[in-house]
Nanobody, 120 residues
Framework: VQLVESGGGLVQAGGSLKLSCAAS????????MGWFRQAPGKEREVVAA????????YYAVSVKGRFTISRDNAKHTVYLQMRSLKPEDTAVYYC??????????????WGQGTQVTVSS
């Protein structure tokens, strides 16, 4: 499956952004999806993940209550709504797809990433 992220950009602290991940090449509903991020000098970390039908979700402690992951299988798209953004949320955000929901970077397919920069 091919993944393409969009929606990143520059936002002030406290602002919001909505990332999208469009999947092609395979039926989106066959895959659990995850959002990860990687800041300069840091390891890639999970942000949120969602099961194939959306029944189960996972959030990192650092984003719980501020970010929401969702999916629209009819549109082959997964979203990450980000609110109350903080400077520490600044990173390249990656979308990933795999057969099972994971909270580690063990997904088979990855997008190219989209930059999110939060200014203080």
């Amino acid at each position: 499956v091919q993944l393409v992220e969009s929606g990143g950009g520059l936002v002030q602290a406290g602002g919001s952004l909505k990332l999208s991940c469009a999947a092609s090449g395979r039926t989106c509903s066959n895959y659990a999806m995850g959002w990860f991020r990687q800041a300069p000098g840091k390891e890639r970390e999970v942000v949120a993940a969602i099961s194939r039908r959306g029944a189960s979700t996972y959030y990192a402690v650092s984003v719980k209550g501020r970010f929401t992951i969702s999916r629209d299988n009819a549109k082959h798209t997964v979203y990450l709504q980000m609110r109350s953004l903080k400077p520490e949320d600044t990173a390249v955000y990656y979308c990933a797809a795999g057969m099972v929901l994971r909270t580690t970077p063990g997904y088979a397919s990855w997008g190219q990433g989209t930059q999110v920069t939060v200014s203080s």
